[in-house]
């Protein structure tokens, strides 16, 4: 049981260390009181390490310090607590599988996914409460049409809205939602913005947000968090300074054209040679009946930059999965790659994947965690596998393994990353970084950047969007934040369904 009257959470001079280690993780003690009729965000470049703390991670010292009134004293907090991060578990499963008919024995259709987190909900509900708490969480957040699907086969959006849900299913005493919206097309994200916003009391809703993140309107308070610790917490108005102060650090690393840099020094000048690059001739693609694209027809030449919009669902990792030949119906004469129609015999997916680099949130979620940063920015010279490559290699032919460690060095240079680290220890920013190089690596015709750049901090950004500006290749970009895109001439709008594809002009045009 909670007490609605009684603070959710008190930090009274708290410090915070992981458990085993003595160096804590803010060097300033935190003081902070949160009311159960306030609604808090977090927001800062430490805000997760924040809302860890409370979720009761960490172990605070002296334990006093750090207390949950509103919880009768026998309930452990961590255990009534719902922490739900996104930035780099989006779906479970590579590309391809999510076209395959046979199912690994744990997959699960979205309905098993959800019922059992009501297993672990710890408030004694009797199973028809239970049950009218999964209804209402299903209809609220509009998963009804996907409950039979099976949940690799669910898009990032889809599978966002499906997380959310599992943590409401839990039934918790507060839930900590850390960029709920990243990756979210504007409708979705107002959607569940309002959605988190009425949820309160049952359970409180806090919010992790980044600092260019549009505050909801029905936030009430703000913390922001560096990494010495808390800087301010209160009213909107009380922190409106240090939330400016946050912004313009942004805007000066972005207007800072001090870099000096071109990509022509660690990759050779894009090659020239056949113009049509990808040329996809009238593809219509169904799941079931249910038409996701509809007589699509593309074009993309040599040097042109686009951006693949369209709402979550649409179908745009669908499109991209015909390209890298990850789709069953990839086999198509009615899709040219250098104006060749695809055909068994002719290519295979090595072939076709020999060109392409490629980064997103699902070779993110799987990369594996043991491979040192040197050794994942490597695996771009191999197709098909995440094995770094042996002495020869795909493009042994035109690299020599020297040559391919002295471009891999460079890269992490530049971009500040350290070779020896292993993936799973570098920040989720210099993940990104590395899986970037990774896609870069090769110097390929068609470079994909699917959400490549959200969760990196805003210099890397910059740099980032600044080495494709230099680079010149063939680019397709995905991304819902046009800070977190590479410039872009021209875009092509997914609607889904029935619905035909719009292409045209960036400029002048609404993301
Ligand atoms: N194998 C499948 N079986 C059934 N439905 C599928 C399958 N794969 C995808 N879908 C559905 O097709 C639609 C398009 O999915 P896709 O992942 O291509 O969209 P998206 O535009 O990339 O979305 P997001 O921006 O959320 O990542 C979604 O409704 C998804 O649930």
């Not at 672990?120 to 039979?148: F, I």
């Not at 020869?392 to 020896?420: D, M, W």
């Amino acid at each position: 049981m909670t007490n609605p009257n009684k603070p959710l959470v008190v930090f009274q001079n708290c410090i915070l260390r992981p458990q085993h280690f003595a160096k804590e993780i803010f060097p300033n003690p935190t003081t902070l009181t949160i009311l159960p009729t306030q609604k808090w965000a977090i927001t800062g470049t430490d805000k997760t390490r924040f809302l860890e703390a409370l979720a009761g991670r960490y172990t605070a010292i002296p334990a006093e310090s750090r207390s949950y009134p509103f919880l009768e004293k026998s309930v452990w907090p961590a255990s009534v607590t719902s922490l739900v991060t996104f930035a780099t578990d989006i779906r479970p499963a590579y590309l391809s599988a999510r076209y395959e008919s046979y199912r690994e024995p744990e997959d699960v259709n979205l309905a098993t996914f959800l019922k059992k987190s009501l297993d672990s909900a710890t408030d004694g509900k009797s199973p028809e409460e239970q049950r009218q708490v999964y209804e209402s969480v299903v209809k609220r957040l509009e998963l009804e049409p996907l409950l039979s699907q099976w949940i690799v086969t669910l898009s990032n959006g889809q599978m966002r809205r499906a997380r959310i849900a599992r943590g409401l299913l839990s039934s918790p005493k507060m839930l900590l939602a850390d960029e709920p919206f990243l990756g979210l097309d504007p409708v979705s994200t107002s959607t569940l913005s309002k959605l988190l916003g009425e949820l309160a009391p049952a359970p409180q809703v806090i919010l992790g947000l980044r600092a260019h993140e549009p505050v909801p309107d029905w936030i009430s308070h703000v913390a922001v968090i560096d990494e010495s610790g808390l800087i301010k917490g209160g009213t909107r108005d009380e922190v409106r300074e240090n939330l400016q102060e946050l912004v313009d650090r942004r805007t000066s690393i972005f207007i800072d054209r001090s870099y000096n840099f071109t990509a022509a020094k660690l990759l050779p000048p894009i090659r020239s040679g056949i113009d049509s690059i990808i040329d996809i001739d009238d593809i219509t693609i169904a799941y079931k009946g249910k038409v996701v694209l509809k007589n699509l027809k593309w074009t993309v030449r040599r040097g042109e930059r686009w951006h693949l919009r369209g709402n979550n669902g649409t179908g745009k990792s669908t499109l991209l999965s015909l390209i890298t030949a990850d789709h069953p119906q990839s086999w198509n004469s009615k899709i040219n790659l250098f104006n060749e129609p695809r055909k068994v015999g002719r290519q295979n997916y090595f072939s076709i994947n020999k060109v392409i680099g490629h980064a997103s949130p699902e070779i993110h979620a799987i990369f594996p965690s043991t491979l040192t940063a040197f050794q994942t920015v490597s695996t771009g010279f191999t197709v098909g596998s995440f094995l770094p490559p042996s002495s020869a290699s795909h493009v042994a032919g035109i690299l020599t393994k020297e040559e391919q460690n002295k471009r891999i060095h460079s890269l992490l240079e530049y971009f500040n990353v350290n070779p020896e680290a292993l993936f799973s220890d570098l920040s989720l920013n210099d993940q990104k970084l590395a899986l970037f190089m990774r896609a870069i690596v090769k110097n390929p015709e068609i470079l994909i950047l699917d959400e490549a750049f959200s969760g990196m901090n805003d210099e890397s950004i910059f740099r980032c969007k600044q080495f494709v500006d230099d680079w010149g290749g063939t680019v397709i970009a995905i991304g819902h934040v046009e800070d977190e895109i590479p410039r872009c001439g021209k875009y092509i709008r997914l609607h889904g369904g029935d619905n035909l594809a719009e292409q045209g002009d960036v400029e002048n045009s609404v993301i």
